[in-house]
T-cell receptor, first 119, second 117 residues
């Protein structure tokens, strides 16, 4: 049963604490993404990775860090430097098109999300 | 910078009605456009993806159209059902063949649909 899993579903953070959100996929996708969703706003990209051991900052990377040591896993750490971390966090993945060859459509598939609340 | 707008922000219709959700984008240089559904407190479910070279895509009661030159897409839902109640999001991917941002989606804020039994 292929898909994307995120854990935990709910996470509470104290002031000054770092927390890590897990994202795992068994779709054999090369690319993975982290988005943040706030009420009344569209999803905003935090970080993305097109290949193992490589990742790029999105629009709102400040206060976050990621790693991509395995193709299946793309954990996101919310550091104490992130001043307003309360939000719904969504992980996604997609295949990567080949430059100059038959190009994939790169449809993105999403996990169920983690809701982070600062106490 | 690409901006995606969805109007209306909320829509309420009686069961059985056909309806149209709108999505507009400011930069027509897109690679594709994707429509998603999001239930409260849940992740996004991909509904339809339209390549920039396509005019429309259909899946069951859903039909999405794309007019790239005017920067518009519509999602048509036929014979609406209470189970269609959710927030519908559209997102565009830029036409860049490599480098940072080539796979980045820009999302609209969504249209919250309520189908009344």
């Amino acid at each position: 049963d292929g898909g994307i899993t995120q854990s935990p579903k709910y996470l509470f953070r104290k002031e000054g604490q770092n927390v890590t959100l897990s994202c795992e996929q068994n779709l054999n996708h090369d690319a993975m993404y982290w988005y943040r969703q706030d009420p009344g706003q569209g999803l905003r990209l935090i970080y993305y990775s097109q290949i193992v051991n490589d990742f790029q900052k999105g629009d709102i990377a400040e206060g976050y860090s990621v790693s991509r040591e395995k193709k299946e896993s793309f954990p996101l750490t919310v550091t104490s430097a992130q001043k307003n971390p309360t939000a719904f966090y969504l992980c996604a993945s997609s295949i990567v098109g080949l430059a100059g060859a038959a190009r994939s459509y790169n449809e993105q598939f999403f996990g169920p999300g983690t809701r982070l609340t600062v106490l | 910078k690409q901006e995606v707008t969805q109007i209306p922000a909320a829509l309420s219709v009686p069961e059985g009605e056909n309806l149209v959700l709108n999505c507009s984008f400011t930069d027509s240089a897109i690679y594709n456009l994707q429509w998603f559904r999001q239930d409260p407190g849940k992740g996004l479910t991909s509904l339809l993806l339209i390549q920039s070279s396509q005019r429309e895509q259909t899946s069951g009661r859903l039909n999405a159209s794309l007019d790239k030159s005017s920067g518009r897409s519509t999602l048509y839902i036929a014979a609406s059902q209470p189970g269609d109640s959710a927030t519908y999001l559209c997102a565009v991917r830029p036409r860049r063949y490599s480098g940072a941002g080539s796979y980045q989606l820009t999302f609209g804020k969504g249209t919250k649909l309520s189908v009344i039994p």
